[in-house]
């Protein structure tokens, strides 16, 4: 399974950027999607997560300005990112819980991660 990042950009602060995730390869079934950020000197940090039902959580820093989406027949996550701010500076990670199974119907659960996109957010 490949994730693959997109959307990140130089964006002034009170713009708007919106990040997707491609899950391809030989998958399943997804559980869990979701992003992480690591900004400069910092240490990486959950931002939002969104489980195959629609369910979302939200890092209390961007309650009310980030919104996450997924489309299950795509494979594919969304960071909606609105009102941003300078202190959003930082590279995105997206990840994916994928449940798979082996020959012996034994559940898998393995969590693959994207390469990073950046986000500037400077006037």
């Known amino acids: 399974v490949q994730l693959q990042a997109s959307g990140g950009g130089l964006v002034q602060p009170g713009g708007s950027l919106r990040l997707s995730c491609a899950a391809s390869g030989n998958i399943y079934s997804i559980d869990a999607m979701g992003w992480y950020r690591q900004a400069p000197g910092k240490g990486r940090e959950l931002v939002a997560s969104?489980?195959?039902?629609?369910?979302?959580s939200y890092a209390n820093f961007v309650k009310g300005r980030f919104t996450i989406s997924r489309d299950n027949g795509k494979n594919t996550g969304y960071l909606q990112m609105n009102s941003l701010k300078p202190e959003d500076t930082a590279v995105y990670y997206c990840?994916?819980?994928?449940?798979?199974?082996?020959?012996?119907?034994?559940?898998?659960?393995?969590?693959?991660w994207g390469r990073g996109t950046l986000v500037t957010v400077s006037s």
């Open positions: 990840y994916a819980d994928h449940r798979g199974y082996t020959d012996q119907e034994e559940i898998v659960l393995t969590k693959y």
């Open positions: 969104i489980t195959s039902g629609g369910g979302t």
